[in-house]
């Protein structure tokens, strides 16, 4: 079946510290991927996403790229801010009659102290 | 503004009782979804509808009802047989395509067990 795997936290960060979030995805056939963003006692937000191979998805500072050789989509940001305190979920969909499912990594907490 | 609301934002359910969480979107989707997050759990897929009167099941569809009355509209009701109902329910919507539609989310709702 489709899977996500995430690197676990929490992962803890000064301000202005590179931040990589590490995915891989299982899946038969080509998904599209993405990472939503939860703050806390809200819901999701989509942070990016990318639909084919090679494909860069990026939003307010973060990229990530999808790799199908490594079946990898890992979340980067090059200078963190405090604000950036959440969970980071990474998940995938494949086309289902013209709609899509999708599937979750079990995500990851990001704490960003200043 | 569009977007998708949820209510309550807390509920409270007693032994034995069925309760229903309200999902409503204004953005013109045609497909919704119901996910259950549960702590260090990711999101997991209680039931989707993309057409108005017709439902699937997800993962975890057991102890769950929805119905799909309307296309703005999609109520999951958590019923007496849902033995482990304590979590964060989320709602969410997408367009139908080629595969690879966003979901946006609402902001959920915490249930409780008295």
């Known amino acids: 079946g489709n899977s996500v795997t995430q690197m676990e936290g929490p992962v803890t960060l000064s301000e202005e510290a590179f931040l990589t979030i590490n995915c891989t995805y299982t899946a038969t056939g080509y998904p599209s991927l993405f990472w939503y963003v939860q703050y806390p006692g809200e819901g999701l937000q989509l942070l990016l996403k990318a639909t084919k191979a090679d494909d860069k998805g990026s939003n307010k500072g973060f990229e990530a790229t999808y790799r199908k050789e490594t079946t990898s989509f890992h979340l980067e940001k090059g200078s963190v801010q405090v604000s950036d305190s959440a969970v980071y979920f990474c998940?995938?969909?494949?086309?289902?009659?013209?709609?899509?499912?999708?599937?979750f990594g079990k995500g990851t907490m990001l704490l960003v102290s200043p | 503004d569009g977007g998708i609301t949820q209510s309550p934002k807390y509920l409270f359910r007693k032994e034995g009782q069925n309760v229903t969480l309200s999902c409503e979107q204004n953005?013109?989707?045609?497909?919704m979804y119901w996910y259950r997050q549960d702590p260090g759990q990711g999101l997991r897929l209680i039931y989707y509808?993309?057409?108005?009167?017709?439902?699937q099941k997800g993962d975890i569809a057991e102890g769950y009802s929805v119905s799909r009355e309307k296309k703005e509209s999609f109520p999951l009701t958590v019923t007496s047989a849902q033995k482990n109902p304590t979590a964060f329910y989320l709602c969410a919507s997408s367009m139908i395509g080629q595969g690879g539609e966003t979901q946006y989310f609402g902001p959920g709702t915490r249930l409780l067990v008295l």
């Open positions: 998940a995938l969909s494949l086309p289902n009659s013209g709609y899509s499912t999708l599937t």
């Open positions: 509808s993309q057409i108005v009167n017709d439902f």
């Open positions: 953005l013109n989707h045609d497909a």
